[in-house]
C-alpha cells in the first residue's frame, strides 16, 4: 500500500519532472541541431500526456477513497516513466525508447480510461442496489390497503387532511344583493 500511495504522489510530480528530465539530458547528453526541435515538440507532448495520464488516475473514486493507485496503474504507468528516463539519455536506445514511450502512453491512456469506467460502473451498480433496498424496507413499513399507495409515509408522522367544500350557500339578504348588481342593472330598475 505504501508503494501505491508514493506512486500516486509521482504522478503528479512525473507530469513536470519528466519533461524537465528530457530537456536537462539533451543538455547532458544531446546531439545535433534536429534533435532540438524534437526536443521543442517531444517536452509539451510528454507534459500533456503525463498530465492526462495522472488526471485520469487521481479522479477514479476507488483512487479517491484509498488514496492510493492500482498494480495495474503502477506498472503500465511506471513502465511508461521509464521509457521516458531512457529518452532522457538520448543514446543509441533512444529511438527504442521513443518507440516504447509511444505504445505505453497509448496503453496507459486507455488502460486508466478502463479502470475509470468500471469503477464508475461498479459504483453505480452499488447505489443502485442501495437504492431499491431502502425501496423495498419503506414499501414494508406500511400496513394495510394505503400501505402501497404512500410508500413514503412513515408510521409515526401525523397526516393533516384539508378538504374543499365546492357547494354555493346564498345567506345574503335581499337588499345585499341590489348592492351587488351592475350599476347598469339598477338604472333600468328606477333604483
Same mark, same amino acid.
Given at each position: 500500500?505504501?508503494?501505491?500511495?508514493?506512486?500516486?504522489?509521482?504522478?503528479?510530480?512525473?507530469?513536470?519532472?519528466?519533461?524537465?528530465?528530457?530537456?536537462?539530458?539533451?543538455?547532458?547528453?544531446?546531439?545535433?541541431?534536429?534533435?532540438?526541435?524534437?526536443?521543442?515538440?517531444? #517536452?509539451?507532448?510528454?507534459?500533456?500526456?503525463?498530465?492526462?495520464?495522472?488526471?485520469? #488516475? /487521481?479522479?477514479?473514486?476507488?483512487?479517491?477513497?484509498?488514496?492510493?493507485?492500482?498494480?495495474?496503474? #503502477?506498472?503500465?504507468?511506471?513502465?511508461?516513466?521509464?521509457?521516458?528516463?531512457?529518452?532522457?539519455?538520448?543514446?543509441?536506445?533512444?529511438?527504442?525508447?521513443?518507440?516504447?514511450?509511444?505504445?505505453?502512453?497509448?496503453?496507459?491512456?486507455?488502460?486508466?480510461?478502463?479502470?475509470?469506467?468500471?469503477?464508475?460502473?461498479?459504483?453505480?451498480?452499488?447505489?443502485?442496489?442501495?437504492?431499491?433496498?431502502?425501496?423495498?424496507?419503506?414499501?414494508?413499513?406500511?400496513?394495510?390497503?394505503?400501505?402501497?399507495?404512500?410508500?413514503?409515509?412513515?408510521?409515526?408522522?401525523?397526516?393533516?387532511?384539508?378538504?374543499? /367544500?365546492?357547494? /354555493?350557500?346564498?345567506?345574503?339578504? &335581499?337588499?345585499? /344583493?341590489?348592492?351587488?348588481?351592475? &350599476?347598469?342593472?339598477?338604472?333600468?330598475?328606477?333604483?
Amino acid at each position: 500500500m505504501l508503494i501505491r500511495r508514493a506512486f500516486l504522489w509521482w504522478l503528479i510530480a512525473a507530469a513536470v519532472v519528466l519533461p524537465i528530465w528530457l530537456g536537462i539530458g539533451w543538455v547532458i547528453f544531446g546531439q545535433g541541431g534536429w534533435g532540438t526541435l524534437g526536443l521543442v515538440i517531444t #517536452v509539451p507532448v510528454a507534459f500533456i500526456t503525463l498530465a492526462v495520464v495522472a488526471l485520469l #488516475v /487521481r479522479i477514479r473514486p476507488t483512487v479517491r477513497a484509498e488514496r492510493a493507485a492500482s498494480w495495474t496503474d #503502477v506498472g503500465v504507468v511506471g513502465a511508461l516513466h521509464a521509457a521516458v528516463i531512457g529518452i532522457g539519455f538520448y543514446g543509441d536506445s533512444g529511438a527504442f525508447f521513443g518507440v516504447m514511450a509511444i505504445l505505453l502512453a497509448i496503453a496507459a491512456f486507455w488502460s486508466s480510461v478502463w479502470q475509470l469506467v468500471t469503477d464508475g460502473a461498479k459504483r453505480m451498480q452499488a447505489t443502485m442496489v442501495e437504492f431499491e433496498r431502502l425501496a423495498a424496507q419503506q414499501a414494508g413499513q406500511g400496513s394495510g390497503p394505503d400501505a402501497a399507495s404512500r410508500p413514503f409515509i412513515r408510521g409515526d408522522e401525523e397526516i393533516i387532511v384539508i378538504q374543499e /367544500r365546492t357547494e /354555493r350557500t346564498d345567506r345574503a339578504d &335581499p337588499g345585499e /344583493r341590489a348592492d351587488r348588481t351592475d &350599476p347598469g342593472e339598477r338604472a333600468d330598475r328606477g333604483e
